[in-house]
Structure formats: C-alpha cells, structure tokens
C-alpha cells in the first residue's frame, strides 16, 4: 500500500479562510497562516481569492512551465481537507471550519435523521436527480454563515461571491473575470471570493494529462496573468479545493458481491472516502473480507478511530454531525470503488489520500502602487541620462 499523505490542518485551506477572516476583525478559530499574515498587514483595498477546481500541485507542475504566471507566484504548497473533494473542502473554505465541524463530509452524505443518502449540493437522493425532500436537508441541518456573510457582517468590507452557476451564474470565463473586475473598481474596501469549475470538470471526463486539460489549464494560467494585471490596489490569493489522480474503477455488487451483501445501505460520502454501514451480523467479519480484496488500494479505518486520528479535521463535531458509518476506507492507490454500474464513472477522480489528491497551490500577486515606484523610475531615467552624456562626449 501507498503511503497515505494526511491533510495538515495547521497548514490548510482551512487556515487560509482564517487568515482572511482575522484580516477583516473576526477572529479565527483555527491557525492563520504567517505568510498570508504577513501580506495582508499590507492594508489592501481588495483582497480576491480565487479557488480553481481541481488544480492540484500535480495538475499544475504537470501542465505549465516553470516561469508560467501560476507557478512563478507560487508562495507555497500546502493542505486540502479530508476528504480532498468539492464539497468538504470548498465548505472548510467558506466557512473557516474543518469537515468535522462543518458536517460537509463529501458528494453524498447518509443523514440519520431522515433516513436518506442526500447528493449535498443539489440535495438529491444518491444517483438520481429526484429532490430528496421538498427542503434542503443539508442546510436544515448542517447550517453555516459563510465567509462573505461573516464579513459584510462587520462592516469593514463588502463582500461577495462570484460562481459559474447559481443565482446569479457568470457560466463564461471572460464574464466570470469582469464580474471580478468590477468587484475590485468598487469605492470602498472589498472581499470577493470566486469559484471556477475546470479543470476539474474536463478532468473527470478525460483524465488528469489530456490534450482538453492541457489548453484548459493553459488558458486559465492565461487568464489569470491578465486579470491580475488590471486589478489595481488588490492583493490576489488563486488556490484549489484539491488535485486529481488516475483510477480504475470496479464495482461492488457486480465485482465483489460478498462485500456489498454485508452492507445494510450502498456506500457514501465518496467513492475514495467511503463511509460503509454494515450489517449489524457482519461487523467483526468485513475488515477481513474487505481486506482480501483492497488492502493494497485502502486503508480501512472504525470510525472510532478516525474520530481518534481527527481525520475529518480537529474542533467540535457539528452537533447534527451524520454519515460516517461504521468504517471509512480511504484510497491510497489507483483502484477506485463504485457500488454499481449505474453509478458515474470516470478517468480521474480525488477524495483519497495520496499526495496527488491531498497537495495544493498556495498562489499570490500583488497589484499595488509601490513607495518605492518612482524611486525606481527616477534611478532608471538617471541612468539613461548618464549614457547619453557618455555618448555625447565621445
């Protein structure tokens, strides 16, 4: 078995989300980061954080040169969440929580209390897009103020949020970036927080290294070089949710149907990041069965040890937390776990424990007039001058 990479939750998105927070008077639950600290004691006008989905460290060392703009104003790598996957980690973001206190735990969640496995963000029933009640399960239960809710709360800043979708959709990526732009010609101070939903999307379709992701990441580092560019008196932070990996996928009832008959209902959570709830007769025999068959692949925890190893974060557990069942098994290698045929399938997935899913870019860019701009431009002009006054007298 791969060696699992651990999310770090004194060094994660989490703490990102932390920093901007104590920049606007809120104060933080978890650690800041000191790098992030120390830009922003700068005193910027308008701060922008930017999440593209799915541009793990892999994806973007992968596809883009060294000297491109996103890997030429790297500050650092650091964590996503557990599970590294949309829902968990971009919630950690919005709300500055970890999983475990957020209750976000991945695409879907067994909620105990109504008895139904609920496809969080478009609150469906697990594969199908019938709506899982006639209001939104996990709001009603797993609420939060998000970051932009918090910070137009203190009245030290507006703040915003720009998605390709939703209410109020920028679906193009060039109305997406004006919608920032103008956010940031605002008169008064501002936060804005923009979501984009490649090259996660293609790469799920195509794999990690197709020919798509490549000119999708190639536009994107694009993009964002200009955009960053016209945003004057802004700090901009451009960072992911998560990376990607190749997979194989198989397929519990048909592959491996001793496994799937032990279960009382078909996984959840995520197929890398599975939470199975077994049946009662079965307990002591599935860490065996299943290990037979994926120990080179998994890694099979109780869940009282992951509560033990803080796997979903550190803090409190959200008071109605639900949907980690009797064990979780965590991906560490290629094979990925489906629980029939009539579920999505794809080329390259995230939610598990290795590096290339777990690791992710840190990105910033300055636009801000400098002190020491035109003592610059007066050394050069100087300079310029002198060679002249050369050139004459010779």
């Known amino acids: 078995m791969i060696k699992p990479t651990f999310p770090d939750y004194d060094n994660s998105i989490v703490n990102l989300a932390c920093s901007i927070q104590q920049y606007y008077g809120i104060q933080p639950k978890h650690k800041t980061i000191a790098a992030v600290d120390d830009i922003l004691s700068r005193n910027y006008k308008h701060v922008v954080v930017i999440l593209l989905d799915g541009l793990g460290m892999n994806i973007m060392e992968s596809h883009l040169h060294r000297m491109d703009f996103l890997r030429r104003n790297l500050l650092t790598d650091y964590s ?10 971009t ?26 496995t609920v496809t969080c963000f478009f609150n469906t029933l697990q594969n199908t897009n019938k709506p899982a009640a006639n209001y939104d399960i996990p709001r009603k239960y797993l609420p939060y103020e998000n970051i932009v809710e918090q910070i137009n709360a203190t009245g030290n800043a507006k703040a915003n949020i720009i998605f390709p979708f939703g209410p109020e959709p920028y679906p193009d990526l060039n109305d997406w970036a004006n919608a920032i732009r103008k956010s940031c010609r605002q008169k008064g101070k501002t936060f804005t927080y923009a979501y984009w939903e490649d090259p996660d999307h293609q790469m799920h379709r195509d794999g990690p290294y197709s020919r798509d992701v490549h000119r999708i ?7 964002m070089a200009i955009l960053c560019e016209d945003l004057k008196e802004t700090v901009v932070f451009i960072t992911a949710d998560h990376g990607h990996r190749r997979i194989s996928n198989v397929y519990l009832e048909e592959d491996y149907p001793e496994v799937a008959k032990m279960l009382k209902r078909a996984p959840s959570i995520e197929p890398r990041a599975i939470s199975f709830y077994v049946k009662p007769r079965n307990k002591k025999k599935f860490p065996e069965v299943f290990n037979k068959y994926f120990e080179n692949d998994y890694k099979l925890y109780t ?4 509560m ?3 796997l979903f974060g550190t803090g409190e557990p959200h008071e109605n937390l639900t949907g980690i069942g009797d064990f979780i098994a965590v991906a560490t290698g290629e094979k990925t776990i489906l629980w029939n045929k009539k579920c999505p399938a794809f080329k390259s997935h995230h939610a598990g424990l290795s590096k290339e899913e777990m690791r992710i870019p840190l990105i910033w860019y300055e636009n801000k007039p400098r002190k020491d701009g035109w003592i610059a ?3 050069v002009v100087a300079i310029i001058i002198a060679f ?3 050139f004459m007298l010779r």
């Open 308 to 310: 033990e190893m803080k």
């Open 303 to 306: 869940k009282a040890e992951v």
């Open 91 to 116: 919630t950690s973001f919005l709300s500055a929580k970890t999983p475990i206190e957020h209750g976000w735990l991945g695409w879907d969640v067994f909620f105990e209390q109504e008895d139904k």
């Open 80 to 89: 996503s969440v557990f599970p590294p996957t949309t829902t968990a980690s």
């Open 377 to 379: 431009y007066y050394i």
């Open 217 to 223: 990441v190639e536009e994107l580092n694009q993009k």
């Open 388 to 390: 002249l006054v050369m």
